[in-house]
């Protein structure tokens, strides 16, 4: 009996791994070093996790401190030819002299969100 036992919560933990893998498709991280525009939000500096849904083309972009989700923005989900070496923001500054956040690489992925980024 302690054999069966062992062998469905084998196949439970199993079952549930590319569930675990596709959750981290779906995500990466992004450090600011300084104050910059997505969307409508102004992200101040420090560390924050991305994530977004949809698989490419618009993707709905949602950032996160911590547990908490500051800001939300519509981005589109690029394909490069080869993998981030690591992970970088580049950043845009405006007419206004404000900076935006213009695109986002993740170290070790081929895809890249990139935000629409209109002259103020």
Not at 28 to 34: T, V
Not at 98 to 119: Q, R
Request: proline share 3%.
């Amino acid at each position: 009996m302690k054999y069966w036992k062992s062998v469905a919560v084998c196949a439970m933990v199993l079952s549930l791994l590319p569930f675990a893998f596709a959750k981290e498709k779906d995500r990466g991280s992004l450090a600011l070093d300084q104050p910059a525009m997505v969307g409508s939000a102004e992200l101040q500096p420090g560390h924050y996790q991305v994530r977004w849904s949809g698989t490419s083309g618009k993707v709905q972009v949602e950032f996160l401190r911590g547990h908490k989700s500051v800001a939300t923005a519509e981005g589109e989900l690029v394909e490069h030819a080869a993998a981030a070496p690591s992970d970088a923001v580049d950043i845009k500054t405006m007419a206004n002299n404000s900076k935006a956040i213009e695109e986002i690489d993740f170290g070790g992925k081929k895809e890249a969100l990139v935000f629409s980024t209109n002259a103020n």
